[in-house]
């Protein structure tokens, strides 16, 4: 038969080797969470600049229509340049397009414990 003290050491130490899972547990659940708001924040700004950039093409596409007197469908004509375009404070950056390849996520299976 066990004594007091060696009951209680013994149930202080499943305590706490249990809360230390537990807390591990928590700790990779917002790891997960931080990389996976971390990499959603990244595509978004990644799709602003590519949005920027399309638009700083077409900028400098219309400008040299304008210059060579054609319009919009590639024919000569008389353009009407009246008017008024706010002055672009982003200068137009040549890059090469890259295209990303989409991954689903794996589905989890209800029946496994994906917890660490």
Do not use: C, Y
Request: charged letters at 35%; a negative charge.
């Amino acid at each position: 038969m066990i004594g007091k003290f060696e009951s209680n050491k013994d149930l202080i130490q499943e305590l706490t080797s249990s809360g230390a899972r537990h807390v591990g547990n928590i700790a990779g659940i917002i790891t997960g969470t931080v990389a996976e708001v971390t990499r959603e924040i990244g595509e978004w700004i990644t799709d602003a600049i590519e949005m920027n950039e399309a638009a700083a093409a077409a900028r400098k596409d219309a400008e040299a229509d304008r210059e060579s007197g054609l319009d919009a469908t590639g024919d000569a004509s008389i353009i009407d340049d009246t008017v008024d375009e706010a002055p672009s404070t982003t200068p137009f950056v040549d890059a090469e397009i890259v295209e990303t390849e989409l991954v689903d996520p794996e589905p989890v299976r209800p029946d496994t414990d994906d917890r660490r």
